[in-house]
């Protein structure tokens, strides 16, 4: 079967870009193809004329620091990150949501970088990088411009960027910096990596007091697109952190999550109970439990 | 596109075709059979392909991605150390450790192994054993466990380190004395904290209470290495699909995407019109033979229901319409353009509805043929009423009564090589089937009348297979192929995708099992009943034997106590129903675990209840060496019952051993056990059961084989018998080396062959070691007789004196008299074959048994439970089991080890399930999962050996009883840790919460 008639391996963005303009409108970004070969070949995706891989271009794998912020290519895999002191340090909730990612021969080749362009609600980068307060770079044939990455996404599968036309290059948020932390934490079934039944990603700036100064919170699947919890931020902002403002903020959140029952995964009721743990435990100082 | 690229040093410079996968390119086009597939969605890791050095699943990778890459498969490790005059660098350490530690079974994921951990050891030559989990955590393997695998791996680092390690053969922890000094405390392991040191302290090979033969064999009873690991270690193209034919089509099958349904009319026009389809076949094509695809002797023991293609369809995937085409792409895309008109009829996916007043009725063909009790008016595809003396007087006699209802799923076998076949016609018009199957003679019995062709036109060889489990004990896509053979004239390959195994493949039976057990105060059972609801899916494969083995072995095992013994109170009712649901069939341990998850639960719920201690309530009460098995005179697999006395029941030491392995003493009931310091959310829990399977169905089973002498003294040892990785071939050698005094590589193997090799009934029913086995020692004791009479005038002849056969003995490829003189086994083979009053050495000996003597076990798990979030994690699964003489500790072991691990999945999370409209919602390992390397709990196991006199050596079964215990251990555990009482498997987060929720 005919999926596509071209497959092309550009060196640098600028060159892709091109290929994608001369593909007009039927030409693909293709990164580590974990997710688009399978939604070609189960043809949840329409055939295209060309496959324009993007992973032999050397900016795209480049993860630095410049000032006080970390730059993470999008051709980033997340084996990568994974073995990325710089990440390690500054980004603990990205290497953690990178690590749970599929299998280590998946984790070999997936993306940063696809899987968010990928746009699920539950994209386990996704998540950790909504709560770095990450931005993405696109680049256009004509310009290149930078998407606070809440506003990246539109619904399930779709970017808010024009995947036929655009790249995204990179990512970038601020270094840690004193009292901050992150925290990735996902409950799944027994001792499985497969499947989330929820996923939590958070940042918190605490005085020495305990306070919380600031914080964001970011759950999937919670609703069409991965979901920056900002009332519950808000509920927790400037408090410090006991039972009464902890049940405030579970309320906040139970309010503005959108969960569903899911034949697959676990009852709507299960995953509201487990949201007002997983955020309790993210101040009680209590681990998750890895099944693994 | 073009693209070039280095394969294992070779410059690779080719056309690919659009959309073609690298494990498309490297299998099909470039024959790099090393690299096998086990699923298209990148889970399964058996196509892992080195790329940079770096593994890669190479199915979700396109192949114009390899463009300027080094690409290294297992073709380019080691090589078999003898090829005659030229030099063999011999095999890579990584493949002698595979090897030598047991750790490849079926060997279908262990090139992906070997790939995985050579990148890990170039990058970190001193892993730990946390590392090397996680380097394997994307290669699924369904049959051992992952535990040889880690221990090879480990091994192998330390050679490539340079470093001595000690010989396998040394590592043994066994003898009579050494037993009882080894020390089975408990390991002081932790999981899931950071320091994931797991399971070092854990040996590869398993403790052993030996019996008392052991010192005097010098073959029998050691851990050889398995005598198909050479080629499986290399990726040889040893299985089904691993040959190219010219002209092979491929065939593809259309299910029916709705749940009952009749076949208005059929379309296949537009479909034989495009370019590269040779044939379209529908029910309007085939000969109308109804028949069953379980893969059973004759008679087959249940209802005849299925065709080949029928004009109705009763499940989501049934089948519609077969295709066979030039190429798959080709095929997939005939499927599409065929036109169906169904007429819809209703539907029901519960067994509870299925005898339901105005149920919609799933066999109504006319030529539908009953078996028993079968009813197929009323969805009834078999019944079991089974009375062992008198339940209500001994409900009459009990101080208590406890009832109870309990779950069990249905699950996958899961089988990393899908099932395969390739059909073809050779040069004397014979059908040949190629095919991964454990039942290559049935297969062609039960297909001749299918096919229309007499069973002497068809020949069945099974090569290597990636695992059955019992998924493959079942006739069930080798007539697919065969049409298509017969209507083209060419060979087919017809191979299920993993989807394809979840919708249109077998599973185990789902059942709803309610318990009614009477107790005295004193904890004697009076009387225990069972009535079970079995569905059987859409057709009734293996329906009666399945559920009837439920209660012929679960409730066989708890007698009671004082006079209960010489007269139990059981009774075990059964309806086994349809539904339009993909239909269950045999899976290893064949109706067993289902039973003990009710039986071995409500034994837990009484112990507790009544404040006994769990272990004694259950020993009080289990059935003991002497006694009858009660269902022996009461059911036999739907043939005459006849009594059989248990011969030999470990199940004391069993018990006793297990818990000091476990630690059971300080920490069953010891509340300061139970909890996690400094973690008040993480509860502690200890849980066993136990369990007994059977060994082979007696009166009926029946293995062959035969034994032929060569020039130097070696032996071709053909078997019927079918090695489906779980080491049969090897084990039937060692037997047959054992009696022939000669090492097993003196023994060359050929098995599986209808054309070539005796008949046996296939691997089922845990029986080839010891049916198949007891065969092969009586093959063996024949041409050793043949082998002392020859020497024994050799030896005469050379001037000695009178010397009687009898007095001669097989040993170190010698005939040895009483005063040492011998001669070689070469000598003997020489003067009968060429010297003098030549002959063929040779013989055949077959073997069926009078009884089926059971295994038992007794099975430990301990478990941490997340009380707030419901998630359980097992740290720990200890079996120990008699399962008579082990013939070889290793591969024992690994059956043990893969056992555990598979049932601990349907402990904790598989489960297979349909919605409304029965569309399955399990259709690939993302949302079915099976357990990975770094999920696993410590593994143990302890062989209490007996000698079951049945068996020339003693032996009894493993391979199916280390299902049956885990889930139930497991889920007393949970109960132990937390109150939680989960009486529907698996034991979810989910349904653990809710039962919190419950109770508090
Ligand atoms: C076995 C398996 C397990 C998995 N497990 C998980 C999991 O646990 N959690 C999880 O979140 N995901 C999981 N995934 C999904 C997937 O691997 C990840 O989402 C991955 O990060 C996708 O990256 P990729 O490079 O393969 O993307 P691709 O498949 O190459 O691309 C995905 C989409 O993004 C677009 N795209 C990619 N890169 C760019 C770019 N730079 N600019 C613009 N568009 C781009 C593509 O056009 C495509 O539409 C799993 C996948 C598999 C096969
Ligand atoms: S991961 Fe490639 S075949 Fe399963
Ligand atoms: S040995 Fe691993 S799948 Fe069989």
């Known amino acids: 079967m005919n999926y596509w008639d071209q497959y ?86 990205l290497v953690e949501a990178s690590s749970l ?146 049940s405030e903020a579970v309320e906040a959140l139970l309010e503005e999550t959108r969960l569903r029952t899911s034949p697959h995964r676990a009852t709507r009721a299960y995953r509201k109970h487990l949201l007002s743990v997983l955020l309790g435990r993210q101040f009680g100082n209590i681990g998750p439990q890895r099944g693994r | 596109m073009r693209i070039e690229f280095t394969l294992n040093g070779s410059a690779i410079d080719l056309n690919v075709p659009d959309g073609m996968t690298l494990l498309n390119l490297l299998r099909d086009r470039l024959a790099v059979h090393g690299v096998k597939h086990g699923c298209e969605s990148g889970e399964c890791g058996a196509c892992t392909v080195l790329v940079d050095g770096v593994p890669i699943n190479a199915c979700v990778m396109l192949a114009p991605k390899a463009q300027g890459r080094d690409l290294r498969t297992i073709e380019s490790f080691g090589e078999h150390p003898l090829h005659g005059w030229r030099n063999s660098a011999g095999l890579h350490p990584l493949q002698k450790a595979f090897i030598e530690t047991g750790a490849i079974q079926c060997g279908y994921c262990t090139p992906a192994m070997v790939l995985v951990a050579d990148a890990l050891l170039s990058k970190n030559p001193s892993p730990t054993e946390a590392e090397v989990r996680e380097s394997l955590s994307g290669v699924l393997c369904r049959c051992t466990g992952y535990l040889k695998p880690v221990q090879a791996i480990l091994r192998a680092a330390a050679v490539l380190r340079g470093e001595q390690i000690e010989e396998v053969s040394e590592l043994i922890p066994i003898s009579p004395e050494l037993f009882n000094s080894l020390d089975f405390s408990e390991s002081d392991y932790v999981y899931g904290e950071e320091d994931l040191q797991l399971q070092t302290k854990v040996g590869l090979l398993p403790q052993m209470q030996v019996s008392q033969d052991w010192e005097t064999r010098h073959t029998v009873g050691r851990p050889e290495p398995k005598v198909d690991a050479m080629k499986l270690v290399q990726g040889k193209s040893a299985f089904t699909a691993d040959i190219e034919m010219r002209g092979m089509l491929t065939a593809k099958l259309l299910h029916s995407p709705v749940a009952h349904a009749e076949i208005r009319s059929i379309d296949t026009s537009k479909a034989l019109e495009l370019p590269g389809v040779v044939a ?129 799923p249905k699950v996958q076998q899961a089988h990393i090589e899908p099932h395969v076949v390739v059909t073809y016609w050779d040069e004397d018009d014979r059908l040949v089937i190629r095919c991964s199957t454990q039942v290559p003679f049935h297969v062609r019995r039960q297909l001749s009348p299918v096919l229309n062709l007499p069973a002497k036109r068809i020949r069945v060889i099974k090569p290597r297979i990636g695992g059955g489990f019992g998924g493959k004990q079942e006739v069930m ?239 071709n040892l053909l078997v019927g018998a079918t090695d489906l990785g779980t080491g049969s071939d090897t084990v039937l050698a060692q037997q047959a080396a054992e009696v022939l005094g000669v090492p097993i590589d003196d023994i060359v193997v050929y098995s599986s062959d209808t054309d070539f090799t005796p008949f046996d009934k296939g691997a089922y029913a845990s029986s080839t070691t010891y049916i198949s086995g007891a065969a092969v020692v009586i093959a063996a004791e024949k041409v050793a007789e043949r082998i002392r009479i020859r020497a024994a005038n050799m030896l005469m002849k050379a001037g000695r004196r009178e010397i009687g056969p009898q007095d001669l003995r097989l040993s170190d490829r010698k005939v040895v008299a009483p005063d040492g003189s011998s001669v070689t086994l070469e000598e003997v083979a020489l003067n009968s074959l060429h010297h003098e009053d030549q ?98 709990p410590e593994l143990q196991t302890i062989f209490i050996e007996t000698v079951e006199p049945t068996h020339p050596f003693g032996v009894k079964a493993v391979a199916e009883i280390p299902i049956d215990g885990v889930a139930p251990a497991v889920g007393n555990a949970v109960l132990d840790a937390c109150g939680a009482a989960v009486n529907a498997a698996p034991i979810t987060p989910e349904r653990v919460w809710t039962a919190l929720k419950g109770s508090s």
Request: hydrophobic content about 40%; aromatic content about 8%; charged content about 25%.
């Open chain 2, 839 to 936: 002959e063929q050495i040779m013989a055949v000996g077959s073997y069926v048994s009078p009884v089926s003597p059971p295994p038992f076990a007794a099975q430990f798990a301990q478990v941490q439970v997340d009380i707030e979030t419901g998630q359980v994690v097992v740290e720990k699964l200890i079996m120990a089991v008699d399962a008579g003489v082990i013939i070889n500790p290793l591969t024992a072991s690994g059956q043990v080890e893969g056992g555990m691990t598979q049932a601990l999945g349907y402990g904790v999370c598989e489960e297979m399930r349909y919605d409304d409209a029965g569309n399955p919602r399990e259709v690939d390992f993302h949302d079915y999962h099976i357990f990975s390397a770094n999920e696993m």
């Open chain 1, 101 to 246: 990612i599929g299998g280590n021969q998946v984790r070999n080749v997936a993306t940063i970088g696809g899987n968010v362009a990928h746009a699920l609600p539950a994209g386990d980068g996704s998540i950790a990088l909504l709560a770095l307060d990450a931005e993405a770079e696109i680049a256009s044939r004509t310009s290149r411009r930078w998407i606070a990455l809440e506003d990246l996404f539109l619904g399930p599968r779709k970017p808010a960027f024009e995947p036929s036309k655009e790249i995204l290059v990179r990512f970038r948020f601020p270094v840690l910096k004193a009292g901050e932390s992150t925290m990735f934490q996902r409950v799944m079934r027994p001792q499985g990596v497969a499947i989330a039944i929820l996923n939590m990603a958070t940042w918190t700036r605490k005085s020495v007091e305990g306070i919380i100064e600031d914080i964001r919170i970011a759950i999937g699947p919670a609703g069409p697109k991965p979901l920056r919890a900002r009332k519950t931020e808000q509920s927790l902002r400037g408090k410090a952190v006991n039972e009464g403002t902890l």
């Open chain 2, 280 to 408: 379209v076949l529908t029910w309007q094509d085939l000969p109308r033979v109804v028949y069953s695809t379980a893969g059973q002797s004759d008679p087959i023991p249940g209802p005849l229901d299925t065709f080949s293609l029928d004009k109705k369809v009763r499940f989501v995937g049934d089948r519609v319409a077969f295709v066979a085409a030039e190429t798959e792409d080709i095929a997939n895309e005939a499927l599409a353009l065929i036109e169906v008109d169904y007429k819809i009829l209703p539907a029901f996916f519960e067994a509870a509805q299925a005898m339901e007043e105005n149920a919609p009725q799933i066999h109504d063909e006319p030529e539908y043929v009953d078996f028993g009790d079968s009813d197929a008016k009323r969805n009834l595809a078999a019944k079991i009423r089974i009375d062992i003396g008198d339940v209500e007087r001994g409900f009459d006699e009990a101080d208590h009564i406890f009832e109870e209802t309990y779950q069990v």
């Open chain 1, 8 to 93: 092309l391996l550009p060196n640098s963005i600028d060159e892709a870009l091109g290929m994608l303009h001369e593909g007009k409108g039927s030409a693909k970004v293709i990164a580590g193809g974990t997710d688009l070969l399978l939604d070609i070949l189960q043809s949840r995706h329409p055939a295209v004329d060309a496959l324009i891989d993007i992973t032999r271009i050397p900016e795209m794998q480049v993860v630095e620091r410049a000032y006080d912020r970390i730059y993470v290519g999008g051709g980033t895999t997340h084996n990568d990150i994974v073995a990325n002191p710089l990440l390690q340090q500054n980004a603990h909730c």
């Open chain 2, 477 to 715: 896509i080798e007539d697919v192929a065969a049409h298509l053979t017969i209507a083209t004239g060419r060979p087919v390959r017809f191979e299920y995708t993993r989807a394809e195994e979840f919708y249109a493949a077998r599973s185990r039976h789902p059942m709803s099992i309610t318990m009614k057990t009477g107790v005295k105060n004193d904890g004697t059972i009076t009387a225990n009943s069972m009535i079970c609801l079995s569905d059987t899916g859409a057709y009734g494969c293996h329906a009666l034997t399945v559920t009837g083995n439920t209660g012929h072995k679960g409730m066989a095992l708890y007698v009671g106590d004082g006079k209960y013994r010489q007269s139990p109170n059981i009774r075990f009712y059964a309806d086994v129903v349809y539904s339009n649901t993909p239909p269950a069939g045999a899976y290893r341990g064949y109706g067993v675990p289902q039973g003990f998850w009710a039986v071995d639960r409500q034994m837990e719920n009484i112990a507790r209840a009544l404040d006994l201690d769990p272990l004694e309530f259950r020993l009080k009460n289990a059935l003991r060496a002497g006694e009858l098995q009660p269902f022996s005179t009461a059911w036999s697999e739907g043939r005459e019952p006849q009594p059989e006395i248990i011969n030999t029941c470990g199940l004391e030491d069993c018990v006793r051993q297990g818990a000091r392995a476990i630690g059971w003493d300080s920490k069953f009931g010891v509340s300061a056990w139970k909890d996690v310091p400094g973690k008040p959310h993480l509860k502690r829990g200890i849980g066993v059961a136990t369990v007994m399977q059977g060994t082979a169905i007696a009166y009926l089973d029946m293995g062959g084989a035969s034994i032929k002498m060569n020039d130097d003294g070696s032996f």
